[in-house]
Nanobody, 119 residues
Framework: QVQLVESGGGLVQPGGSLRLSCAASGSIYSPSAMYWYRQAPGKQRELVARIHSGGSTNYADSVKGRFTISRDNAKNTVYLQMNSLKPEDKAVYYC?????????????WGQGTQVTVSS
C-alpha cells in the first residue's frame, strides 16, 4: 500500500518561510509528475505547483516568485519551499503523485498538512 506522507506544515508569521515535504512510502514506480495543491476553508482545492519527471515546473500565479517546487527522484520525494508567506496562503496543503501512459498508472494523494500564516 503506497502512502504519501507530508510534513513541514505549521504556524508562521507573515513574511516567514516554511518547507513542505512529501515522501512516498512503499514501493512506487517513478511518478510522471508530482503536485502540490491547497484548499482554504470554504474554497475549492487549487493547484499550487507542479513538477514533471524531467524537472519542468509550473506555478499558480498567486505563488510565482515566492514558492519553489523541487523533487528528489531517487527518493520519490517532492518539496515545496514557501517564502514571503501571506495570510491568504493559509490552507491545507496536499501532495499528489501521478503516473500515466503505462500499465502501472496511479494517482495518489497525501493526507494534507495545515499551513497557517498569522501574526
Amino acid at each position: 500500500q503506497v502512502q504519501l506522507v507530508e510534513s513541514g506544515g505549521g504556524l508562521v508569521q507573515p513574511g516567514g518561510s516554511l518547507r513542505l515535504s512529501c515522501a512516498a512510502s512503499g514501493s512506487i514506480y517513478s511518478p510522471s509528475a508530482m503536485y502540490w495543491y491547497r484548499q482554504a476553508p470554504g474554497k475549492q482545492r487549487e493547484l499550487v505547483a507542479r513538477i514533471h519527471s524531467g524537472g519542468s515546473t509550473n506555478y499558480a500565479d498567486s505563488v510565482k516568485g515566492r514558492f519553489t517546487i523541487s523533487r528528489d527522484n531517487a527518493k520519490n520525494t517532492v518539496y515545496l519551499q514557501m517564502n514571503s508567506l501571506k495570510p491568504e496562503d493559509k490552507a491545507v496543503y496536499y501532495c499528489n503523485a501521478r503516473r500515466w501512459g503505462t500499465i502501472n498508472d496511479y494517482d495518489y494523494w497525501g493526507q494534507g498538512t495545515q499551513v497557517t500564516v498569522s501574526s
